[in-house]
């Protein structure tokens, strides 16, 4: 049986609202954004690469970036069009040639979305594509490292957090060598980790910042 890369049906959205996530990594990429957007004589053009449902993009339009996206999910993307229809999002995935159909971007955002990818040296080669020359890049996923990974096996909780049973869910679990030799292997430059959610050592989340 073959793969479609293109297709992933795993996670279902019921309206355009945040999810759970958003609370806690939203805040941090908003600031980044105006720290990155205060430098600049100009409204920041962002690409949204795995927009999901739109929550995100939403958010940063509402703020006053130009805001793209697009998302693999069928789904999301017609809940993100009925309810956002004054913002492009369109299904696509990060397997596919972006920089040609979009151009690039001051900033392009993924978050929590390089953990699913069945292909990650073609996600990061993707999104180095989508972004300016001195542009920048915003990441987050899962964060992993050896005192969380420790209390995840001391409580059981390994069975839920590795979702087996989650047709196309977490399926690469990335610490901060892994992803920043991802990043760097892909161009990216001034790479930078900040973690959220929790203490820092349980953190529930980490966002990357890196530079083109």
Known sequence: MSIDLNYIDGYAWKDASNEAAHDYIMPTVIKILSNYASGKNKRLRIF???????????????????ICGVDPSKEGISIANQNLSHLKLFQGSAYDD??????????????????HVYAPR????????????????????????YWKNLAIAIIGGYDKHF????DHG??????INTLRKLLQ?????NIKFIRVGRIPILAKSMIVICQK
């Open 48 to 66: 949204d690469l795995g927009c999901g449902n739109g929550a995100a993009a939403k958010q940063l339009s509402e703020i006053g970036y130009d």
């Open 98 to 115: 972006l920089a040609s159909q979009y151009g690039t971007f001051d900033a392009v955002i993924s978050l929590e979305v390089v953990e």
């Open 122 to 145: 073609l996600y990061a080669k993707t999104l180095h594509s989508l972004v300016n020359e001195k542009g920048c890049a915003i990441i987050s996923t899962p964060y992993h490292g």
């Open 163 to 166: 979702t087996a049973l989650w």
């Open 170 to 175: 977490h399926i690469k679990f990335w610490s």
């Open 185 to 189: 292997e892909a161009g990216f430059e």
